[in-house]
């Protein structure tokens, strides 16, 4: 498959863990952005790369959620001490170019107790 | 900020009728992409416009971009049952910031 993968699929835990998510996007993608999603909304806007460079983070996250793309291929997103409003999917996507369209992994659902 | 705005949230229609999404950007875009995305599925991409009133096509759904690249429409014509699910604008300005879709729902 080469398409956007991303792991875990589901992850419960406790208000006050930290939980990572991994990202492999598709070969050769330049850009990727991670997207939340909660139910009857749209993927809101966390943060993108362009290779290895984060680019912007939303200002609406706060400093509990890092996202690193280290060598310019996959990409974790970390959220310490998460909350109960943490709970979501969390969407990873990825292009081609800056302006290309869009391919989503199945996404990450996280929830929080 | 950037801000995408869509209307309406949600829209039942019968079987056989036509049914229009609208989207509003903030911000000038340098391009539009519009996505559908199934109940439990992820987005999936539909087609992106570029030009200042860009018309495209595919088979029963029609794309607009706006002359001031600030709007967009879907306008899907005689729907069907395969046609169920929430569709999201995504306007480019440098990133790119989706609306909170249009939920579509089929009444056979």
């Known amino acids: 498959d080469t398409g956007v993968s991303q792991d875990p699929r589901h992850k419960i835990t406790k208000r006050g863990q930290n939980v990572t998510f991994r990202c492999d996007p598709i070969?050769?993608?330049?850009?990727l952005y991670w997207y939340r999603q909660t139910l009857g909304q749209g993927p809101e806007f966390l943060t993108y790369?362009?290779?290895?460079?984060?680019?912007?983070k939303s200002r609406l996250l706060s400093d509990r959620f890092s996202a690193e793309r280290p060598k310019g291929s996959f990409s974790t997103l970390e959220i310490q001490r998460t909350e109960q409003g943490d709970s979501a999917m969390y969407l990873c996507a990825s292009s081609k170019t800056s302006s290309g369209e869009l391919f989503f992994g199945e996404g990450s659902r996280l929830t929080v107790l | 900020g950037q801000q995408v705005m869509q209307i309406p949230q949600y829209q039942h229609v019968q079987e056989g009728e036509d049914f229009t999404t609208y989207c509003n950007s903030s911000?000038?875009?340098?391009?539009i992409q519009w996505y559908k995305q199934r109940p439990g599925g992820h987005p999936v991409f539909l087609i992106q416009?570029?030009?200042?009133?860009e018309v495209k096509k595919q088979k029963r759904l029609t794309f607009q971009f706006g002359e001031a690249k600030k709007n967009s429409s879907l306008h899907i014509t005689a729907t069907q049952t395969t046609d169920v699910g929430t569709y999201f604008c995504?306007?480019?300005?440098?990133?790119?910031?989706f609306g909170k879709g249009t939920r579509l729902h089929i009444l056979p």
């Open positions: 995504a306007g480019k300005d440098d990133k790119i910031i």
């Open positions: 911000t000038t875009l340098s391009n």
């Open positions: 416009l570029v030009k200042s009133g």
């Open positions: 070969s050769e993608h330049n850009r």
């Open positions: 790369f362009q290779n290895e460079a984060q680019l912007e």
